[in-house]
């Protein structure tokens, strides 16, 4: 089945008219009759809503073969469809990623911090000596 076949099959199944599809994907009435007439073809964008609005997979809606019947489009059992639940995973996956990147930028920070506070801490021992041929200044530090 051709997609503009499956256009007008799907938005009849769905009960809904060519302008009621035309207003839920926000394109002209006139964009809808080409799609189904065979006219033009959807842009990528408008395939993925066609697809959402109707519940099929964009595959369907672009692969020829015809469907088993009774069946509303072929499955593949190694394609999982995006459902909320994998929304969810990748979500939570990106949060983590997220948090441990901060909380590998505050531990650097930290050592910085000691680092430089380390530095600042043997200046009463270089009291008297020379750096590079330069005398260092003398002062004493009291804590």
Request: hydrophobic share 35%; aromatic share 6%.
């Amino acid at each position: 089945m051709k997609l503009d076949e499956k256009l007008v099959s799907l938005r009849k199944k769905k009960g809904i008219t060519q302008a009621e599809l035309a207003e839920t994907v926000q394109v002209s009435r006139q964009a809808v009759s080409k799609w189904e007439s065979g006219g033009s073809l959807p842009s990528t964008e408008n395939l993925r809503a066609l697809s959402r609005l109707y519940g099929v997979p964009m595959d369907y809606l672009l692969n020829e073969e015809e469907a088993e019947e009774g069946e509303p489009f072929p499955q593949n059992p190694t394609v999982k469809p995006d459902t909320s639940e994998n929304n969810r995973r990748k979500t939570g996956l990106k949060w983590c990623i997220a948090a441990l990147v901060i909380l590998m930028l505050i531990v650097f920070v930290g050592i910085l911090i000691a680092n430089k506070n380390k530095e600042y801490s043997h200046l009463g021992e270089t009291q008297g000596e020379e750096v590079n041929g330069v005398p260092s200044i003398e002062f004493e530090l009291e804590w």
